[in-house]
């Protein structure tokens, strides 16, 4: 099997804030893909555990029970990284909110697919909107936990605490990887765009597409490209098997975040603040108040206003994909200044005071 693996991060981002994570190994002929949710909090550690262990291992197969061995493992990576930002004299409010997140038990969210090879058979689970697409030459089959026809923004998910459960059940999967035929393991973006371009009948040019990439530069152009013909704004993971008739997994290219991560970083900023950029944060002048100096970290009201603008477009778009038949009815107008005002005063209540 001739394996190729690419991942890239948002429009505007860097690699440091991607979320997703893949895995290939040859030794244990295992692959897989974990889409960390944006709604959860450190979720990338998250992404890699899942992945890291799958891929580390002949057996292991993740469910609701087998995970949880894991959740300690999670938080003992997050307690380390948090002792990581003292020992660099990382921002104070950076730390704070880190060990507020893990005293309140707050945890992480991700989605999931992997597989491993015996010959030419493969088998494997998926859980969520990250997804196995099976290709024939002619037509191709989805393989997610969910139902394909309702792609949403809150997807099936393993999560990182012992004391809850997810979403969703875990799906086993197998299949055979017959001569001239591909499998794609990819996170959302490409799921539902690949999907609609299948109804649409016409997906055999995209997949010809995903045939000729060979380098990072390629994804990116296509990525690129496919967001301007209506692809989602999201962390983007693609892994390509395909039958060379040969039962090794021999990886002829596989983009590596780690370094994509430390190649974008300038000089001037540490490896925490690359790591937990504190995108749209900023330290606004002191100000005295008892005799102590109290500094206040605010939204920027230009990078709230873009947030909130932002939200409601993605709110508005949720909503026509989510009631196609009502949206017509529904007076999003009516909520719209709601939502705003709850937003906005969302900010201003996490806005972080430290002394």
Known sequence: ???????????????????????????????????????????????????????????????????????????????????????????????????????????????????????????????????????????????????????????????????????????????VLGKGESLFLVSDPFSEFLLEHSKQEDIVNYVQQLWSLSSHKDFETLVCEWRKEGMHNDDTTLVIVENDNSEILTVTYTDDIIKMIEKEKSPQISDIETAEKESSFQESPSKEEGGDVVNFIVVPNDEKKQFINEFIAEYQRCLQKGFPKYMDKLKFKWTQKATEEALDLMFEKYSIIHK
Not at 112 to 127: A, D, K, M, N, T
């Open 1 to 175: 099997m001739i394996i190729r693996a690419f991942i890239t991060h948002k429009q505007a981002e860097l690699f440091a804030d991607c979320q997703d994570r893949f895995g290939v190994n040859p030794d244990t002929k295992s692959i897989a893909v974990s889409d960390g949710m944006g709604s959860t909090w450190q979720q990338k550690i998250w992404a890699q555990l899942l992945v890291d262990t799958y891929t580390g291992s002949n057996e292991w197969t993740p469910t609701i029970e087998s995970i949880k061995p894991l959740c300690q493992t999670w938080r003992d990576r997050v307690t380390d990284f948090i002792q990581k930002l003292k020992d660099s004299n990382a921002p104070e409010n950076m730390i704070y909110r880190n060990e507020r997140n893990l005293s309140e038990g707050r945890s992480a969210g991700a989605t999931f697919v992997g597989i491993r090879f015996c010959g030419y058979e493969w088998s494997g689970s998926v859980l969520g909107d990250s997804c196995l697409i099976e290709w024939d030459g002619k037509s191709a089959v989805f393989h997610t936990s969910q139902d394909v026809e309702a792609f949403d923004s809150y997807p099936d998910y393993f999560d990182s605490a012992t004391s809850k459960d997810g979403k969703g059940t875990p799906k086993s999967i197998k299949g």
